[in-house]
């Protein structure tokens, strides 16, 4: 029946029990700026109502599993100022009622997929210290409400979209160097 878990900056530590993914109705989980370690439990990943997840600043390693693209609710993607690696998998393209999309400091690597195009409402993306390579696909020229793209520090390489430019109308911080 838990709807919020809030127990940031509580010095909590060790691994997310995997007993959690029986939180059916669970929206908001919010557990950053903890001790935290090992990897995300991938019964989360069942939890069909999240709209906030955030364990940025933590110890967290492992990949990001598919079984993200269950989460078509989420609007807050923060799992910054971890050692994750591994790629973004495509099926954060169902992402399509995100704000925030934070995956900083971490040693993710590859290109960024295309389908995060679906993210129209998204106006924070911080994927900056990580290892992504690859050009900026044409698709982001959808995220139309972004205000702070932060991708430097990567292995970006080739131009940027054009469709950036007109799309973009919003965007107050935009960094790119590598």
């Known amino acids: 029946r838990i709807s919020t878990f809030d127990a940031f900056r509580t010095e909590l530590s060790g691994t997310l029990p995997t007993e959690i993914g029986a939180w059916v109705r669970i929206r908001n989980f919010n557990a950053f700026s903890n001790a935290l370690s090992g990897t995300l439990p991938t019964e989360v990943f069942g939890w069909t109502r999240i709209s906030q997840f955030s364990v940025n600043d933590n110890e967290l390693m492992g990949t990001l599993c598919t079984e993200v693209g269950g989460w078509s609710t989420l609007t807050v993607f923060r799992i910054d100022e971890n050692e994750l690696s591994g790629t973004l998998p495509t099926e954060i393209g169902v992402f399509t009622q995100l704000t925030q999309f934070r995956v900083n400091n971490n040693m993710l690597m590859g290109t ?7 993210w129209t409402t998204v106006s924070v993306v911080h994927m900056h210290i990580n290892a992504l390579s690859g050009v900026l696909p044409t698709e982001i020229g959808a995220w139309v409400a972004a205000l702070e793209v932060f991708a430097f520090n990567n292995a970006l390489s080739g131009t940027l979209p054009t ?3 007109a799309g973009w109308t919003a965007i107050d911080e935009l960094y790119l160097h590598n």
């Open 112 to 118: 960024l997929p295309t389908q995060v195009g679906a």
């Open 163 to 165: 469709e950036i430019g």
